[in-house]
């Protein structure tokens, strides 16, 4: 009981976001106090609301700008235990001409991979890596002891630093399941601002921020939507779904709700939130109901790189055969996109 | 290019395959009628569809003698297992057409592809499903150990779910063994007319189904035939009630669903975005032409301004246009008459000084429109919140405790539906209990399933739709042994 009281007293990190927001002394109380007030979400309903959203029918200019769309929005990934620095080249060049039959096709946001791959996807990028310009492309790297998030807090930290030093323009973090589930958000609050600083690079720019909420493991649409909100008041950039190595990974009920929150944080700062769905999106068909998703939900302005990401690997492929089918009229194969 | 700008889906219409013509479905086969032939349009273009044989008085009786003499030699006599199977072929045949079916209707009425493809024949289809496992099952619909068809069921229904309201009657009368004589709405005849062909493919033995098109005469002319045992009528309250004056006294069981004017309660705990999702749905499904539509928004006075912004903004979103596009969530309103009526109520709305909003939205010339429309500041004496509009147009009101959002909700002269949005459930099974409507939903609105029962209270109707109480509707229980009935 004394040990209750004493950890709901506790002072947490004093995020600019979420003093403006909750305001006074930012205890774990007062941001318990926060989340839990948050309104419910009704299952049933919110799965209804993205089914009907899935049911939207996009044709002819509408798909042809969608799946460019797709494609300008996709940071193409690569995250196994087998990756070697001549996977990662090749993903690297697949970024760069996803269509090397069809030159008008445009780049893709970021390549993501591990923070060891990091110097790699650099170096393969050369000028095509980003300094700002359109076109150019992104390094994301996974930090914080992902998949799990299993490792003490100084070893998160330097796994952060380490691949922002090494040239890392964006880090997807993943949260402390076991700290939100036991009811801990102070803990995982702290970490996200913890990191958040370890993405500070010396000129006192940031990396962005990516906070892997990993969705499957949290179990309910209520700690789905209390999570975005920490995400968010931590000072997360953007808010993602999963580390695609957690089934379910993205659905578009879990997406729709993240969505709302980031409409609602808009409404209430005026500041715009990313979002990201990652794994199991494969099919072109699919990724086209999440981004009929974005524009209804919070608007269309989100449909750009610095607002709306898939994390994908399969996906680029399935959407260069629609594209190919859509400039000649008749379906190709597999054998006409490129593995890498 | 805007995105949201959706480049044009439209579900083809070449799939009908429609005759310039259509008769009186009597005795198994197409009549010419001995009424005037009217013509069928497409409200959202308002070009023609068909042109309708109208039945007079004489063709009435026609139908009515065919269904008795069904009912007498053919489908009082046979099994409940074999009325099944027909029933059973039916639901098959109607999903197999089912994209033809969502067309024709769309056509007709004007409801958006998407409702009538994902919602009216879907259920269309579950009804006969639903009532065909009836058929052999009498004995266990609580009305004694071997209850009795009812005759020559007279049946008259409205246009706003032309072939789902046809479900609603003719399956539960089939299943109990009575025949039928239906009248379709005179706006949308088509796919009664298409569920005619349907009937002939599926065999059905001639006269056990009729329908005779026309208005409101040829619908008199049936209700008040002498050798009709059953009336059930879906419409409006006013001929409601011409119909049980003029069946009171006769032994013609009746059953009516008439109008609303329900209420959505949104409470302060509620899931606010489903909620609002619930309110979209509970108001501008079918563009508001529905008799259980949550017309009357009664919020929580400490959310109100989130709840209309939210709301405002979600309206914002619906795409009204082209009911056969399939990204058309708004339709066009189904005739001229009933569009007339909206303007008139909505004007009156303003002029007793609430306020009125609609999302920009380009009506389309042709045809009959009416944007989705919500008014705020309104109160409980304002015309708009208590006459049944039947469109898209939401009264919102609000109130500060459970006990006054029951007053507030029971207060209408109708009690057909209701809605309760609260993350609470204890809050509502209490407030269920309290409210005088027939159908209350739960954190979800416009929700039908054949097996629960649909109907109203006060002058809302009464009888029951659906369920096992549907059936009791066109039964009833055998007399004792030396009881003369």
């Not at chain 1, 774990?28 to 009907?52: C, F, K, T």
């Amino acid at each position: 009981m004394t040990m209750e009281t004493t950890r709901a007293g506790t002072t947490v990190a004093p995020a600019s976001r979420a003093l403006d927001v909750i305001g006074g002394d930012l205890t774990e109380r007062s941001l318990r106090r926060y989340l839990e007030g948050i309104p419910g979400v009704d299952a049933v309903g919110l799965e209804a609301r993205a089914a009907a959203l899935g049911t939207r029918s996009i044709k002819t200019t509408s798909k042809a700008w969608a799946l460019d769309t797709i494609i300008r929005l996709t940071d193409l990934t690569t995250l196994e235990g087998a990756d070697t620095p001549g996977k990662v080249r090749s993903l690297v060049a697949k970024a760069m001409v996803p269509d090397p039959d069809d030159m008008s096709t445009p780049r893709v946001a970021a390549v993501c991979v591990y923070g060891d791959m990091v110097p790699h996807a650099v170096e393969a990028l050369g000028s095509a890596h980003d300094d700002g310009a359109p076109g150019r492309i992104n390094v994301a790297a996974v930090a914080t002891a992902f998949p799990s998030g299993r490792a003490s807090r100084s070893v998160k930290l330097s796994d952060t630093s380490d691949a922002v030093a090494a040239g890392a323009d964006e880090i997807d973090m993943v949260i402390d399941r076991g700290a939100f589930l036991s009811g801990r958000y102070g803990q995982v609050f702290d970490e996200i601002v913890a990191v958040k600083e370890a993405c500070k690079r010396p000129d006192g720019t940031y990396a962005h921020l990516k906070v892997i909420l990993e969705t499957g493991e949290l179990n309910t649409y209520d700690n789905v939507r209390r999570a975005s909100w920490l995400g968010i008041l931590a000072g997360g950039d953007f808010i993602k779904t999963s580390t695609g190595k957690v089934t379910p990974a993205a659905t578009l009920p879990v997406t729709l709700s993240m969505l709302e929150v980031v409409r609602d944080w808009h409404r209430l700062t005026g500041e715009k939130i990313g979002v990201k769905p990652a794994g199991g999106i494969r099919a072109s068909k699919d990724a086209i109901k999440y981004l009929v998703t974005v524009a209804e939900t919070v608007g269309e302005e989100w449909l750009q790189p610095d607002l709306f990401r898939f994390g994908a690997s399969s996906l680029l492929n399935d959407v260069l055969l629609q594209r190919q089918k859509l400039t000649s009229g008749r379906y190709s194969g597999p054998a006409y996109v490129t593995i890498d | 290019m805007n995105f949201l700008d959706y480049a044009p889906a439209p579900e083809s219409a070449a799939i009908l395959n429609l005759r310039d013509e259509y008769g009186l479905f009597i005795n198994g086969e197409f009549v010419p009628g001995n009424g005037e032939s009217f013509t069928t349009i497409s409200p959202a273009t308002e070009k023609h569809i068909a042109t309708v044989s109208c039945a007079n008085e004489q063709d009435v009786d026609t139908a009515v003698v065919a269904a008795r003499r069904a009912y007498e030699k053919t489908w009082s006599r046979m099994s409940g297992a074999d009325r099944g199977k027909y029933l059973f072929r039916i639901a098959r045949l109607v999903q197999e057409r089912a994209r033809e079916l969502a067309v024709a209707e769309s056509l007709d009425n004007g409801k958006p592809i998407k409702e009538s493809r994902d919602v009216d024949i879907p259920l269309v289809a579950a009804w006969f499903f639903y009532y065909a496992g009836w058929a052999d099952k009498l004995e266990y619909a609580g009305m004694g150990p071997n209850p009795r068809s009812l005759g020559v069921a007279a049946q008259v229904i409205p246009w706003n779910f032309p072939l789902l309201m046809l479900a609603w009657k003719i399956a539960p009368a089939l299943a109990a063994g009575n025949t039928v004589v239906l009248k379709p709405a005179e706006t949308t005849p088509l796919t009664a007319l298409l569920f005619a062909e349907i009937l002939q493919q599926a065999d059905l033995p001639a006269g056990v189904v009729n329908i005779v098109t026309g208005a409101g005469s040829t619908g008199s002319a049936l209700v008040n035939h002498a050798d009709v045992n059953k009336v059930a009528f879906t419409g409006s309250t006013a001929v409601g009630r011409q119909i049980a004056r003029s069946t009171a006294g006769t032994s013609k069981k009746l059953t009516l669903e008439l109008g609303g004017k329900g209420a959505n309660i949104v409470f302060d705990d509620a899931p606010i975005d489903q909620a609002v999702e619930g309110i979209v749905n509970g108001i501008f499904f079918n563009q508001g032409q529905v008799c259980c539509a949550g017309s009357r928004l009664l919020v929580q006075e400490s959310i109100h301004d989130d709840v209309v912004e939210r709301l405002k903004a979600r309206l914002s979103t619906l795409r009204v246009g082209d009911p056969l596009d399939k990204n058309t969530d708004v339709g066009a309103i189904n005739s001229a008459s009933q569009l007339g009526r909206m303007r008139e109520l909505s004007d009156i709305g303003e002029q007793e000084g609430s306020e009125r909003w609609s999302p920009a939205c380009n009506l389309p010339s042709e045809g009959f429109w009416f944007p989705p429309t919500i008014f705020t500041n309104v109160s409980t004496s304002h015309r708009i919140a208590r006459d049944e509009i039947f469109g898209p147009v939401l009264s919102v009101l609000t109130f500060r405790t459970p006990a006054e959002a029951i007053a507030k909700a029971n207060n209408t002269p109708y009690g057909l539906s209701a809605g309760i949005w609260t993350d609470k459930g204890s809050r509502i099974l209490a407030v269920a209990d309290k409210l005088r409507a027939g159908v209350v939903w739960a954190n979800t609105f416009n929700k039908f399933d054949p097996a629960s029962p649909f109907g109203g209270y006060k002058e809302s109707g009464y009888g029951r739709e659906g369920g096992k109480q549907g059936m009791h509707a066109y039964l009833a229980p055998t007399a004792s042994k030396g009881v003369n009935r």
